[in-house]
């Protein structure tokens, strides 16, 4: 059992509605840079746009970065800059050689016992280092009758124990398509956990409201929800309670993390990131080296490095609080370990 937060809020009805927060996300650099006292730093913008793949970072996100800091570990993660478009040899399109199965709306069955559906290719904030900066879903892959054909895969198959919703950001649904797809689960007997892809939680906490937790609720399988979270800076206490709440439902809470150059690449950064997951009640998961996804090469930590850092990390936290350092690799059977 994961410890949940010692004094769980309750989600109020009148907490701000997430879809107004996801519309009023910002969506201009220039406007970033103001609220955040940097100016001069549109020069690293990007002068003919954003290659397809815009800004967008809701304000509560925002408010959690440093003014006038540059080097705030969460401004990185969202800034685009103009060294994005800089050729980078190794660094593709499709990082990691998917693409094909990753665009439809089907069932990505890799691993054993588990399968992957793409609940829908939106997403609340566009991070600079995503494999999926470089094919934006529409949201119609959200369109109930797109997960008929994964459905039916699912119940033909009784060697898929777990469903995983991913994306995209799977929590970006709206609560009635999410109970649609869990109706819909009710059948096939052999599932026997349902898991959740999603960093909703902890850029648009305010999507934990009221009608998420009915639907947690009203399932009938155990839930994962693995959060992503980067930097420790990013768990404010709304987060903390946000992630509260989904303990106090019965979630099973877990974090994956990417290893990033200039966010999250040091010992301090990592340990501090652990110490601050198991105050939220979530214990770390894994710890992602970089898909080598074009635009994302500064970002990348080479292998040695992340080595060192990650058995330096070792030699500081709990075994509980060190997560798995991996790698996904096209072809193979599990993610592997560096
Ligand atoms: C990452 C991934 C999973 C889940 O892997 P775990 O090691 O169980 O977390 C399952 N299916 C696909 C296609 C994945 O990419
Ligand atoms: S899929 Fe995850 S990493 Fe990629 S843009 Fe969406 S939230 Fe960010």
Known sequence: MITANPCPTQAAESVADWRRLWREAVTDPREL???????????????????????????????????????????????????????????????????ASREGPGLLHKYRGRALLIATGSCAVNCRYCFRRHFPYGENTAAANAWAGALEQLRADASISELILSGGDPLSLADAKLEALSARLRDIPHLRRLRLHTRLPVVLPERVDAGLLRWIGSLHLPLVCVVHANHANELDRDVADALARLAAAGVTLLNQA???????????????????LFACGVLPYYLHQLDRVR?????????????????????????????????????APAKLPL
């Open 33 to 99: 840079l103001a609220l955040l006292d940097l100016p001069h730093l549109a020069a690293v913008l990007p002068d003919d746009g954003d290659a397809g793949f815009p800004l967008r970072v809701p304000r509560g996100f925002v408010a959690r970065m440093r003014r006038g800091d540059p080097h705030d570990p969460l401004l990185r993660q969202v800034l685009p800059l103009a060294e994005e478009a800089h050729p980078q040899p190794g660094f593709a399109l499709d990082a990691v050689g998917d693409l």
């Open 258 to 276: 990417v290893l990033l150059r200039g966010v999250n690449d040091s010992v301090a950064a990592l340990e501090d990131l652990s110490e601050r």
């Open 295 to 331: 635009g994302a090469a500064h970002f990348e930590v080479d292998d040695t490095r992340a080595r060192t850092l990650h058995s330096a990390l070792r030699d500081r936290v709990p075994g509980y609080l060190l997560p798995r350092l991996v790698r996904e690799v096209a072809g």
